[in-house]
């Protein structure tokens, strides 16, 4: 592990986090913070701060490390739990329901996937627009409630 990575590493540790996932944010967090394509992705010292907080800490509990934010204000989560390593946006409007089903999306199988998708224009930069650009794409995903002229999607296209 990255020396600078101590303090982010440390407190992980503290806090009984899965030896994988350490490893895994040890291996791809840089001190500052970056954006690709609108979305920012948080260096270890705002990744550090975050989780210190009382909504951090509840984040990890569920299995999730905040990892930056789109434009908007949507949350970009990095899974530490089921479906380890992925990455998805949370809708800023649902940031604390407890079911994560309908108010987020997995945009990719991984880090190094998410930064590529995003540099490349792949993925959309918040959770309305990746879902609306998901469906346009995958029609079989449409749910009963997500017509194409739904209130979200109408507000998408003005």
Not at 115 to 137: D, G, I, M, P, Y
């Amino acid at each position: 592990m990255k020396p600078q990575k101590g303090r982010l590493v440390q407190y992980l540790l503290e806090r009984k986090i899965e030896p994988r996932a350490i490893e895994l944010i040890a291996k791809h967090f840089v001190l500052n913070s970056v954006t690709i394509s609108g979305v920012e992705i948080s260096g270890e010292f705002w990744v550090l701060n975050d989780l210190q907080t009382e909504e951090g800490n509840n984040w990890v509990r569920k299995g999730y490390v905040p990892i930056g934010s789109c434009p908007n204000g949507d949350l970009v989560l990095l899974d530490i739990g089921e479906a380890f390593g992925s990455v998805r946006y949370v809708s800023h409007e649902t940031f604390y329901d407890e079911e994560l089903a309908d108010s987020s999306i997995v945009v990719a199988a991984s880090l190094g996937e998410f930064a590529h998708k995003l540099e490349n224009q792949e993925t959309a930069s918040c959770f309305f627009e990746e879902r609306w650009r998901s469906r346009a794409v995958n029609p079989e995903k449409d749910e009963p409630g997500d017509a194409p002229n739904s209130p979200v999607d109408r507000d998408l296209e003005s």
